[in-house]
């Protein structure tokens, strides 16, 4: 085969594959969304971000090391790769071999239609294909975006839950020491007082009966530590040898701006999971489009250059060129393309009734965390402000008046346990509310890329 020919061939398919192309230019990239920073803003200043000791660089540090931030990121890498040979043209084919071969000798001198024979072929997929077929992986690409920021926010959730948890009941174990005490110093005074024969033996006995049931709390709030402090590594992604972070206790300021509308409107905008789920109606409608283009054929250009020998009489014969097309029948369409056509609309309706449903269930759930947090906060304060410092004086007066026989022994035990009651009630209000606001985070979509 002379090497003009070869050229001319080359050339030929060249031309082919290039106008292929250019009728299907790659999109520039996803149809990534951006959040709005005033929005960002606007939903921190609703929340109140407080500084929490220690949270900011939590965070930080389980955005880093935490595997399934990492595992979720290595998808959406994955998936970023899939588009571009999504809308790719499948491999040329090359062929090589001999045409019309005659068992003789010196057959390709004897026969005029033998020859060498070298072929390229394309298949080129009906025109909006190859665009249909790039949005489909880039609408994946993007829902896998979206839930890579769900599974941060996910993580934020748990990991402020676990912090909280640990931190309350860091703050029941010095509650409980501290009734415990009190309450081995009353025992004392019963004691005391019912050796000058002042007391009863009832008295002692309901004392030490206190005081060891607050041995059997802390028996308990030791175990619930281990379990939240594990869940605290587990977020961090920290291994379960590696030192725990230790809390430090949270206190209350001042009222949140918490209003339902702005939340709610703010987690229909910026809430990952529903984003997920827009991108995955989107990607249905263009599986429908994509379906619906399989009625129509491939094509499948083909070049084929063959060589041919002089005869035996030393005539030489021209070489040839064929130029072929070929394209498929698609004729099954009740057994094969209807039924796609059906299963893209079946899918379609399925993400709409999805995000509708999930629509409704972050409606339900943020007026429950709303209602939750404001009572959680306006509890801790009465407590705080009124009803601890009342209970306090109680217990003080009571046992002034018990050392002076006004005041009975089971009187003075109830109220201290009255107190410690109220006190747990304080620092539980203030857990909850807090815990509260990271599921509104996790609710309205709050980011965390900010603490990178």
Do not use: C
Not at 226 to 254: C, D, K, M, W
Request: a neutral charge.
């Amino acid at each position: 085969m002379s090497r003009t020919a070869i050229t001319f061939l080359l050339w030929i398919a060249t031309a082919a594959i290039a106008q292929a192309q250019a009728q299907n230019i790659p999109p520039n990239g996803t149809d990534s969304r951006t959040f709005s920073p005033f929005l960002t803003e606007t939903t921190d200043a609703a929340l109140v971000v407080h500084d929490v000791p220690l949270m900011s660089d939590l965070i930080a540090e389980t955005l880093a090391n935490n595997p399934e931030i990492r595992a979720a990121a290595q998808e959406r890498e994955a998936a970023q790769q899939r588009i571009a040979p999504a809308g790719a043209l499948d491999d040329p084919q090359v062929e090589i071999g001999v045409l019309y071969m005659p068992i003789a000798a010196s057959p390709f001198r004897t026969e005029d239609m033998t020859m060498k024979m070298i072929g390229l072929a394309q298949t080129l997929p009906f025109p909006g294909k190859r665009d249909l077929r790039e949005a489909v992986a880039s609408k994946d690409a993007e829902a896998i975006e979206f839930g890579y920021q769900e599974t941060v926010n996910r993580v934020m959730h748990d990991l402020k839950t676990a912090y909280f948890d640990s931190g309350l009941t860091l703050e029941l174990i010095k509650l409980v020491e501290k009734n415990k005490q009190t309450l081995e110093h009353f025992l004392r005074i019963a004691e005391q007082r019912y050796q000058v024969g002042q007391g009863s033996q009832a008295d002692v006995l309901k004392a030490q009966t206190q005081v060891s049931r607050m041995t059997d709390r802390l028996i308990d709030l030791g175990r619930e530590q281990r379990i939240f402090e594990s869940n605290l590594l587990r977020a961090l992604g920290r291994g379960f040898g590696s030192q725990t972070p230790v809390p430090s206790p949270v206190q209350l300021y001042h009222e949140p701006g918490l209003k339902f509308e702005a939340l709610y409107q703010a987690a229909l905008i910026q809430r990952p999971r529903l984003l997920a789920l827009t991108s995955l109606i989107a990607r249905s409608d263009k599986v429908l489009e994509l379906a619906k283009k399989d009625y129509y054929p491939d094509f499948t250009p083909r070049v084929m250059y063959g060589q041919r020998e002089s005869r035996l009489d030393g005539t030489g014969r021209a070489d040839e060129v064929s130029f072929t097309v070929t394209m498929n029948l698609p004729v099954w369409r009740k057994s094969k393309l209807e039924p796609r056509v059906s299963e893209a609309l079946a899918l379609r309706d399925q993400a709409m009734s999805l995000h509708q449903a999930q629509i409704n269930e972050i409606a339900a759930t943020l007026r429950q965390q709303l209602a939750i947090a404001e009572q959680s906060y306006k509890s801790a304060q009465l407590y705080q402000s009124t009803i601890l410092p009342q209970a306090r004086l109680t217990v003080e007066s009571s046992l002034a008046a018990y050392k002076v026989n006004r005041v009975d022994f089971l009187t003075l035990l109830d109220n201290q346990m009255t107190v410690f009651d109220y006190e747990t009630s304080l620092v539980t209000a203030v857990a909850t509310y807090h815990k509260s606001l990271a599921e509104i985070e996790l609710l309205v979509g709050k980011r965390h890329d900010k603490h990178r």
